[in-house]
């Protein structure tokens, strides 16, 4: 149980355009879904906490407007990247707080050309 | 602040070998630790608690509250133990996990 999906797995994209990667909780219900970001060899960088049916926060130094996080339902949050740029690629991951634990996504891999 | 510290990038050892990888921590309060996993190409997954104190493929790891340090021990390592594991801790008022840098455990035959 407590299987967490992301879709696409893998994306790439041009300049200038917008990307939206989803994350849903498979069997469970998440209230609280949270957004990384991982650099090739690197730590896991938290960007937001989405909250359903709520605004999402946003950790120091991450753009709001850049990364759109929508909590929609108890199963599904939405991490758009709008207007892409290549320093943007990167591994994006998001997790699913359940029982006070965090499962993982399998991570969505964003390059932008 | 709250900061999580593994000085280790990278520990390699040979099979049979015993290891141990470091994690520090910073937090005020009490701390709720984690060890975290990722073997290459999988996903993030949970490999041990300090709350639960259990022990998970052969890995333990104590907290140490006057050392403020959770390391992850094994006695015999197995090649396929080979990962990155991240050190996490949790807050609890936002429920955020804090993670290391992370070490990555290489294990020749």
């Known amino acids: 149980g407590a299987v967490v999906s992301q879709h696409p797995s893998w994306v790439i994209c041009k300049s200038g355009t917008s990307v939206k990667i989803e994350c849903r909780s498979l069997d469970f219900q998440a209230t609280t879904m949270f957004w990384y970001r991982q650099f090739p060899k690197q730590s896991l960088m938290l960007m937001a906490t989405?909250?359903?049916?709520?605004?999402?926060?946003?950790e120091q130094g991450v753009e709001k407007d850049k990364f759109l996080i929508n909590h929609a339902s108890l199963t599904l949050s939405t991490l758009t990247v709008t207007s892409a740029h290549p320093e943007d690629s990167s591994f994006y991951i998001c997790?699913?707080?359940?029982?006070?634990?965090?499962?993982f996504g399998p991570g969505t891999r964003l390059t932008v050309t | 602040a709250q900061r999580v510290t593994q000085p280790e990038k990278l520990l390699s050892v040979f099979k049979g070998a015993p290891v141990e990888l470091k994690c520090n921590y910073s937090?005020?309060?009490?701390?709720?630790l984690f060890w975290y996993v990722q073997y290459s190409r999988q996903r993030l997954q949970l490999l041990l608690r300090h709350i639960s104190r259990e022990s998970i493929k052969g890995f333990t790891a104590d907290l140490n509250k006057g050392e403020t340090s959770f390391h992850l021990k094994k006695p015999f390592a197995q090649e396929e133990d080979s990962a990155m594991y991240y050190c996490a801790l949790r807050d609890y008022n936002t429920d955020k996990l804090i993670f290391g840098t992370g070490t990555r455990l290489q294990v020749f035959p």
């Open positions: 989405s909250n359903e049916g709520s605004k999402a926060t946003y």
């Open positions: 997790s699913a707080s359940f029982v006070y634990e965090q499962y």
């Open positions: 937090y005020s309060g009490s701390p709720e």
